[in-house]
């Protein structure tokens, strides 16, 4: 593994162990910050709000970033990660997360036995996969080769090749398929390593949507991922990235979210589920402030019971066995409303205990505490 950075002091145990635990910080919370935004806009994308006005339409709009934000800061914590983890744990735990996180494919309704779908949590474990493998043969430096995934996408695209097994996970169409989102986990180390640069590419990036968007070639489209798409993700992200400084004014209660965004994920779909089902206006300002606190409550009390009645177990492996078996088998055998109720279970679960997983995959405690990419 070649040219490994020197960690920050927001991440990295000090290496006195008889120093106070008030001066060992474990978590970046700058990237916290960036994942709470992620929660913020992902809460607004899956809202299907009534989008009547110029605010709400573009509020919306942005909300369809979200998963830029997740997936940048998921390649900055697997470069800080891969400094204190040995690769075969990166190797164990995210098929393990690839597998447990189909429950929230279960959870939206879809059999994924009968429709396998790349979502955003088989996106995040085939990226962090991914680019754990190319930076401990390659070093942070292939962080430069950011526009490749997009462009083999392009490629791809440009060909019409439509072959099984490669379309879904690897190239659209689908959801979160590897290629092209593998570029913004790589562009997120770039940004982390490279800050002069990633300033100038993100500046360019924006200068050339605006250019395309003065042209009349603005429209985004992110499911088959285009052009202005993604330069105007390299560009917030970076922007946003690149403010790094300011994370000492960030208040830690505002980072809430950002440390259970994988928490978060299912909570706030389910509120939304529940808002519409009761049949709720889906007035914008309305809808967003009552699902993000119905949202905050939920990961609160689900915390709560979880501490006082299942955390003890999940450091055993007959739990994690007990659990994915409650996310692949009643997908089998179950109608779709009740396999969307256990899927929820199984996904509230597997949120609430995952860092147990982490233990489980890597018993020797890591030196850094990077930000796990969603909690």
Not at 259 to 276: E, G
Not at 321 to 334: A, D, E, I, S
Request: hydrophobic share 50%; glycine share 8%; with cysteine.
């Amino acid at each position: 593994m070649k040219n490994f950075p020197k960690v920050s002091t927001w991440t990295l145990f000090r290496s006195n162990p008889s120093a106070p635990e008030m001066l060992k910080p474990k978590r970046d919370p700058w990237l916290d910050f960036l994942k709470t935004l992620g929660c913020f806009l992902m809460l607004l994308a899956h809202s299907h709000v009534e989008t009547r006005t110029l605010l709400s339409h573009y509020a919306v709009f942005v909300g369809t970033f979200a998963p830029v934000f997740f997936f940048g800061v998921s390649g900055v914590t697997t470069l800080l990660q891969l400094a204190s983890r040995p690769l075969s744990y990166f190797l164990i735990f995210y098929p393990l997360l690839f597998v447990y996180g189909l429950s929230f494919n279960g959870a939206k309704g879809v059999n994924f036995w009968q429709e396998p779908q790349c979502e955003v949590i088989q996106g995040i474990a085939l990226g962090i996969l991914v680019s754990a493998l190319l930076l401990s043969r390659f070093g942070e430096k292939v962080s430069l080769l950011f526009p490749l995934p997009f462009l083999l996408h392009l490629g791809v695209k440009k060909l019409g090749l439509n072959l099984p097994g490669i379309t879904g996970f690897l190239f659209p169409p689908g959801i979160f398929p590897l290629f092209p989102w593998l570029s913004f986990f790589l562009w997120g180390i770039l940004c982390h390593r490279y800050r002069t640069l990633g300033l100038t590419l993100t500046v360019a990036a924006g200068a050339a949507y605006f250019a395309m968007a003065l042209a009349g070639y603005g429209h985004c489209e992110k499911w088959e991922m285009n052009s202005p798409f993604f330069l105007l993700g390299l560009s917030l992200y970076g922007f946003l990235a690149l403010m790094d400084r300011f994370a000492p004014l960030i208040p830690d209660q505002l980072n809430y979210l950002g440390r259970r965004s994988l928490l978060f994920f299912y909570a706030h779909y389910l509120v939304l589920q529940c808002w519409r089902a009761v049949g709720f206006p889906l007035v914008p300002a309305l809808t967003w402030t009552g699902a993000l606190a119905g949202a905050v409550l939920l990961c609160w009390v689900t915390e709560r019971l979880n501490f006082l009645l299942i955390a003890r177990f999940s450091s055993h492996i007959w739990f994690w066995v007990f659990l994915l078996t409650l996310v692949l088998l009643p997908p089998l055998f179950l109608p779709p409303a009740a396999f969307t109720a256990t899927s929820y279970l199984s996904g509230f679960l597997f949120a609430l205990n995952y860092r147990q997983l982490h233990q489980l995959a890597s018993p020797k405690p890591p030196q850094i505490d990077a930000g796990d990419r969603f909690c």
